[in-house]
């Protein structure tokens, strides 16, 4: 259950979520990340604007909502600094920073590290790809690896990589299980 907004959360009357805004976005991030079911546990007539632009932020909840359905997996860790990935179904990546630690924490990634959970060799984002923010919702340009500074108990959530066109992906061998298929349509697109 997700632990946002006004609600009745632990063995206690109704309240407002003990977590900070920055815990909050990291919860759902998170959870979006792990393609688990977004259960809310807050009252939806107390919502207040934070919480409501939370919960809807159409671009966070494509990555829980994906097709591909697979969860995300650390691919750094330091301290209390995490970086977990996982692959979407149109051939991007999503990303997330976390910094779990008291400080703010400058953190970095480069596309190599993201190996390991894309769905196959084909699958590889190399060179500058497209950067998108999908809690600010905006572009940050065409990047080989992305370094920011995340708040304390905060985390941050890309969009990595070129949407694929599925009409490529169709017109090649019909049955490709190898990943030939999003490498052609990667290098048409």
Not at 27 to 49: R, S, V
């Amino acid at each position: 259950m997700l632990v946002v907004g006004y609600g009745y959360f632990e063995q206690a009357r109704s309240h407002w979520t003990r977590l900070t805004p920055y815990e909050q976005q990291s919860h759902i991030t998170l959870w979006c990340m792990l393609a688990a079911p977004l259960l809310l546990g807050c009252y939806l007539e107390k919502l207040n604007k934070f919480t409501t632009d939370l919960i809807t932020n159409t671009e966070v909840l494509a990555v829980n909502q994906d097709e591909l359905g697979r969860q995300a997996q650390c691919v750094f860790r330091k301290g209390q600094r995490e970086i977990w990935a996982r692959p979407l179904w149109d051939g991007s990546c999503a990303v997330a920073y976390f910094n779990r630690g008291p400080a703010a924490a400058n953190m970095e990634a480069h596309w190599a590290m993201l190996d390991p959970v894309l769905v196959n060799r084909y699958a590889r984002l190399r060179g500058k790809q497209p950067v998108r923010d999908l809690w600010q919702r905006q572009d940050l340009g065409m990047l080989d690896g992305y370094a920011t500074t995340v708040p304390s108990h905060a985390a941050v959530m890309l969009k990595i990589g070129y949407r694929v066109s599925m009409e490529h992906i169709t017109s090649c061998e019909p049955g490709d299980k190898t990943g030939k298929n999003l490498a052609l349509a990667r290098a048409r697109t």
